[in-house]
T-cell receptor, first 111, second 114 residues
Framework: SQQGEEDPQALSIQEGENATMNCSYK?????LQWYRQNSGRGLVHLIL?????REKHSGRLRVTLDTSKKSSSLLITASRAADTASYFC???????????FGPGTRLSVLP | NAGVTQTPKFQVLKTGQSMTLQCAQD?????MSWYRQDPGMGLRLIHY???????DQGEVPNGYNVSRSTTEDFPLRLLSAAPSQTSVYFC?????????????FGEGSRLTVL
């Protein structure tokens, strides 16, 4: 399977702290994306990073990509209770037409 | 904007029954797909389509059929429901331009097979 893996599976932090989630994948990618899923809802796209990029920022989000290690990380700074959700990485693999999702990280931000 | 619309949101079936999950998008996206989400397993691709008249199998296609007669619609058919098909199903679409491919998801359809 080409499926990636997020780490940790679950993360609980206090409001205002930073949250870091990691993603590893098995085959070369064209781009890697992060999605958020609130409980009972569909997934929402957060950020995309291409294989020739190493870091990308969007608001309180910072994503890094290390293609040599086949890994990516998502950092959420100054977390809020509203950030409580599951976060998934998804890779679009070279020559592939489909995204491969990891099992996700459940983030709980406590007020 | 409606985006990606899935119906029904909830459905209970008995083993052996058939049904169709509907998916429609109003963004003129070429690519559409169906995923199932099970606890601890992330999203697994069932079927996908890169344009009207073109469909292909994903990772877990057994027990499901799809068709793509229009750009907007991509229904998923369960031919003879089994308890193993109890899951949450998501339809997603993408514009499919080179090096982008952001997926837009529907709100999901929760299916229980008794």
């Amino acid at each position: 399977s080409q499926q990636g893996e997020e780490d940790p599976q679950a993360l609980s932090i206090q409001e205002g702290e930073n949250a870091t989630m990691n993603c590893s994948y098995k085959t070369s990618i064209n781009n890697l994306q992060w999605y958020r899923q609130n409980s009972g809802r569909g997934l929402v796209h957060l950020i995309l990073i291409r294989s020739n990029e190493r870091e990308k920022h969007s608001g309180r989000l910072r994503v890094t990509l290390d293609t040599s290690k086949k890994s990516s990380s998502l950092l959420i700074t100054a977390s809020r209770a509203a950030d409580t959700a599951s976060y998934f990485c998804a890779g679009l693999h070279n020559y592939g037409q489909n995204f491969v999702f990891g099992p996700g990280t459940r983030l709980s931000v406590l007020p | 904007n409606a985006g990606v619309t899935q119906t029904p949101k909830f459905q209970v079936l008995k083993t052996g029954q058939s049904m169709t999950l509907q998916c429609a998008q109003d963004m003129n996206h070429e690519y559409m797909s169906w995923y199932r989400q099970d606890p601890g397993m992330g999203l697994r691709l069932i079927h996908y389509s890169v344009g009207a008249g073109i469909t292909d199998q994903g990772e877990v296609p057994n027990g499901y059929n799809v068709s793509r007669s229009t750009t907007e619609d991509f229904p998923l058919r369960l031919l003879s429901a089994a308890p193993s098909q109890t899951s949450v199903y998501f339809c997603a679409s993408s514009l499919r331009q080179a090096n982008t491919g952001e997926l837009f998801f529907g709100e999901g359809s929760r299916l229980t097979v008794l």
